[in-house]
């Protein structure tokens, strides 16, 4: 009897998400209601902040977030190469080619320390907007990146926390909580630690900021009365910035809320198995984990090995395929930002020279499969073919 394959990611759906989406069906109101109002609540008390704004998908919440502040031309935007393109798409839309700070290959994370010497080139004609992203799950040592911008004239922190909804920073505090940054964004995609099938949210503690965000979630309608031109009247509204409808619907907030009451438990799965993926892989030579340091501060999203492909004398496809091939999904996390052809004629032919860090991390990540419903008999099942696809004793 063939195993069953093991994708790198996917979600868990109970029988009490089920229902919650069927009762959710069959009220009057599906989109724009109440159980919306309801999750957001949810979201933003969980994080500890005072706002929580819900959105279609991930990345309009990054839209959002860009446009709530105030993005501009003349701003300029430095965030990490080792993430997704919507990290920085609302700032290209904007006519702006972000900078990029090398990581440091032990986390996935900005190297703070390398950050210093990019915004020493910050100009002042504009605001400076910078976007670390949470990766994996191991949260950005927030505290000390406030710091380090305490320089600058003026800036913005807009946190992506696609990745980390769940984890702590070091004092203890939510990721989310905007203690220390203007927004911060979460994504609710299948491959996230809950899901609303897709979705995403921002929180904030800014009430100016969250009218913005809700402005711009429903094609830039205005229908407070402080902020109309005209004396408001039934029916009456104004548009007051063209954006669009990423709205979110009551039925993904009832999903959202039933998953919600899982979370601690999803978290703590995906820790040991994490713990259990260490125990089988450390020590091993050519293989490269990431630091343990933040494990009970981070809500797993990923977890990635470093291969040393050269010393097992084969490559990543390689690898993909012959795992795939025994029922073992992977992924790349990620491909850095600045090779894809959309950007890379925004940038110098030597860009690569200089991330030696995202270069030597890039050719050697690999994702390997974790979710809640994986086992410890499965994690097992990983190492093992992983190990004899590398040829390792």
């Known amino acids: 009897m063939s195993l069953p394959f093991l994708p790198y990611t996917r979600q868990s759906i109970r029988e009490g998400d ?23 609540r949810v979201i933003a008390e969980y994080c500890g ?29 430095v965030s990490t190469p080792n993430s997704f393109i919507a990290t920085i798409g609302s700032a290209i839309h904007s006519g702006i080619y972000p900078h990029f700070g090398d990581i440091d290959r032990n986390t996935g994370n900005l190297d703070l320390h390398k950050l210093k010497s990019v915004l020493d080139f910050h100009s002042t004609r504009g605001r400076l907007f910078v976007v670390p992203v949470h990766f994996a799950g191991i949260p950005v040592d927030i505290q000390a990146l406030d710091r380090l911008l305490r320089s600058q004239i003026d800036f913005v922190i807009i946190e992506d926390a696609a990745q980390a909804l769940g984890s702590s920073y070091s004092d203890g505090t939510k990721v989310g909580c905007c203690a220390r940054s203007q927004m911060t964004v979460f994504s609710f995609h299948p491959a996230k630690i809950i899901t609303t099938g897709e979705g995403g949210m921002v929180t904030t503690n800014d009430p100016e900021l969250y009218h913005r965000l809700r402005l711009f979630r429903n094609n830039g309608i205005e229908r407070d009365p402080p902020y109309l031109k005209e004396e408001p009247s039934p029916g009456y ?7 669009g409808n990423y709205n979110f619907t009551d039925f993904q907030a009832a999903l959202g809320m039933s998953q919600m009451r899982m979370i601690d438990k999803f978290i703590e799965k995906r820790r040991r198995l994490v713990k259990q993926y260490r125990n089988q892989l450390y020590g091993i030579l ?3 984990l990431l630091t343990d340091e933040f494990d009970q501060m981070t809500a797993f999203h990923l977890f990635v090995v470093q291969l040393n492909f050269a010393r097992f004398k084969t490559n990543r496809t390689a690898v993909m395929e012959k795992l795939k091939k025994v029922g073992v999904g992977t992924q790349v996390h990620y491909i850095p930002l600045y090779r894809h052809p959309a950007l890379s004629n925004y940038y110098p032919e030597d860009i690569q020279e200089q991330f030696p860090e995202m270069e030597g991390y890039y050719a050697e990540a690999l994702s390997l499969p974790l979710y809640y419903d994986l086992n410890e008999s499965d994690v097992e099942r990983v190492c093992h073919e992983l190990k004899i696809v590398l040829g390792i004793n």
């Open 286 to 288: 050519g293989i490269k």
């Open 18 to 40: 089920i229902r919650a989406v069927s009762e959710a069906l069959q009220d009057d109101i599906i989109t724009r209601g109440s159980r919306v109002d309801a999750f957001e």
């Open 49 to 77: 902040a005072q706002y929580a704004v819900a959105f279609n998908n991930g990345t309009s919440a990054l839209m959002a977030a860009y446009f709530a502040a105030n993005l501009t031309p003349y701003d300029r935007v």
């Open 237 to 243: 509204y104004e548009i007051h910035a063209v954006t």
